[in-house]
């Protein structure tokens, strides 16, 4: 199996990036590097650097989107979290080959042109995990 290499980034639901944006600027300083809309996943996302990670806000476009039964049901918090991998497709396969369960039977772009791909919380033992190729090691 291809092992992840580090956690890439760490994902927090939320109603409002503006409005999370002012607690995580104004109290802890730190700056969004990247704001991204991903219409087709539906959500809008933030990317503001930590160290070698990233927090990621995410925020619905629509009631239909990824994350807003997230937000219905347990309100704004830790959605998931990636692990970085050099390439999200080979572990995509190693895992079904596995069986493990997966959301979805491949690998997905996701924002910064990475490729992603996300482990069901039933198979890891509650957390929803993504594995992610930032562009410069995916295909």
Known sequence: MTKPTQIDHIAIATHS??????????????????????????IRVA???????TIELIEPLHDKSEVSGFLAKRGGGIHH???????????????????????????????????VAFIHPKASGGVLLELTTPPERSE
């Not at 990036?17 to 539906?42: C, M, T, W």
């Not at 069986?99 to 990475?114: K, M, N, S």
């Open 17 to 42: 990036i503006d409005e999370s944006l002012k607690f995580y600027e104004n109290a802890l300083g730190l700056q969004a590097a990247h704001i991204e809309e991903l219409p087709d996943r539906g």
């Open 47 to 53: 990317m503001l650097p930590i160290g070698e990670a």
């Open 81 to 115: 979290i990636a692990l970085r991998t050099p390439d999200v497709d080979e572990n995509v396969s190693q895992l079904k080959d596995k069986g493990v369960r997966l959301t979805a039977d491949e690998a997905a772009p996701g924002a910064h042109d990475c490729r």
